[in-house]
């Protein structure tokens, strides 16, 4: 009797822990749960682990490859862009950094954008590339924290596809503005070339960044590679 009367009153707790999925929203599964609560019961940013560590790693070289190949992709497509429209090149920009929303996505845990960002920016400069290692080292650190933003005020207990556009929304206007003082200083930002750019760049960070990293988040998810994580066992909980 005591023993049934104890797990009537350890349920109502357990169905508090586990997750829930509502169209593109995830919340928090029951070890996530845990691990952002300290002892004292104050709530906590959700800890690193060896796991995240290495998933991280992976993910930041193979993001880095794809920077490295979209150079010259992005050396063929620009001029052609420019000459239809200045300014309409940056639209593809956020190729460049996807990588934060993404890892974001996968990891959950606070600098897992800035962390596979620098990780990709140094396999792409291993690689070869033609800008400074001082400028996509910044760049690369700036796009991750502005990555961070939403998740971050979110406590990182929510992974949306509504906080991944957004994320990437910040990241092109952080980017965009970079460029404008560091690359294009001859632009002005009143300019035709200036606000086509700013634009762009916001169209772009919003469908590259955002909803196709959403879209390759759960695509990943799908296949089972990400099931020891929150992350995966939320979205293939949907699917079986």
């Not at 920077?67 to 090149?89: D, K, M, Q, R, T």
Request: proline share 4%; glycine share 10%; hydrophobic share 50%.
């Amino acid at each position: 009797m005591d023993n049934h009367a104890q797990n009537h009153n350890q349920s109502p707790q357990l169905n508090e822990k586990s997750a829930s999925i509502h169209g593109d929203k995830v919340s928090i599964s029951s070890d996530q749960f845990e691990s952002s609560t300290s002892a004292s019961g104050i709530p906590s940013w959700p800890r690193w682990t060896t796991a995240d560590i290495a998933v991280g790693a992976a993910l930041g070289v193979a993001c880095g490859v794809i920077f490295w190949g979209f150079n010259f992709a992005y050396s063929a497509i620009s001029p052609i862009l420019g000459e239809v429209l200045p300014g309409l090149a940056s639209i593809l920009h956020a190729v460049w950094y996807f990588s934060g929303p993404l890892a974001l996505l996968i990891i959950r845990k606070p600098g897992a954008a800035i962390y596979v960002n620098l990780v990709g920016t140094m396999a792409e400069m291993l690689l070869g590339n033609n800008f400074s290692f001082g400028f996509v080292i910044v760049s690369a650190m700036l796009q991750g924290l502005f990555s961070e933003l939403p998740f971050a005020i979110a406590r990182y207990r929510k992974f949306t596809r509504s906080l991944a556009v957004l994320a990437g929304l910040l990241t092109a206007l952080e980017y965009g503005i970079y460029l404008m003082l560091f690359r294009y200083q001859a632009v002005s930002f009143f300019s035709p070339r200036g606000i086509v750019h700013m634009i762009s760049e916001v169209v772009g960070g919003v469908l590259i960044a955002g909803l196709l990293s959403w879209a390759l988040y759960v695509a990943i998810a799908k296949t089972g590679a990400l099931d020891r994580f929150a992350s995966g066992r939320a979205i293939r909980g949907t699917v079986e």
